[in-house]
């Protein structure tokens, strides 16, 4: 009998084990391309970590930058409320001397506004 003939008498457990062979085959092969996968997805998980790490670290140092410039500001401020309220209080004080009903301005008058006027008063409040 030859070879044909026997192998064609098996050709159904012939065709089984061909295609359970490629069906293992293509289990394994997609085994190790999810386990691919899933290694890039952690790694593309890990960047999107480290990356979004560091926006939040430039975002608190430039909001602590912020909040630093605005308390300047409000030092600043307040510094030339003080000095202005001071020289308002004094002009008010000389306003009401009794010389003001016939000339606009005496030495103490002067001398207060001139002092306002000498120090740095081009920076905003």
């Known amino acids: 009998m030859p070879v044909f003939l026997v192998l064609w008498k098996f050709k159904y457990w012939i065709a089984i084990a061909v295609l359970s062979f ?5 289990l394994a092969y997609a085994n190790h ?3 691919k996968l899933r290694i890039a997805g952690e790694q593309c998980a890990a960047k999107i970590q480290k990356t979004e790490q560091q ?3 430039a975002l608190t140092e430039k909001q602590n930058a912020i909040n630093q410039v605005s ?6 401020k307040s510094e030339q ?3 202005i309220e001071t020289v308002t209080r004094t002009v008010q004080k000389i306003v009401e001397r009794p010389i003001y009903q ?3 301005f005496d030495a103490d008058g002067v001398s207060a506004i001139n002092s306002l006027v000498a120090s740095n008063t081009s920076e905003p409040p």
Do not use: T, V
């Not at 490629?22 to 293509?26: D, E």
């Not at 308390?71 to 600043?76: G, M, T, V």
């Open 22 to 26: 490629m069906w293992l085959g293509q």
């Open 33 to 35: 391309l999810s386990k």
């Open 55 to 57: 926006h939040l670290d």
């Open 71 to 76: 308390a300047d500001y409000e030092k600043a």
């Open 81 to 83: 409320r003080a000095r």
């Open 102 to 104: 016939q000339h606009c």
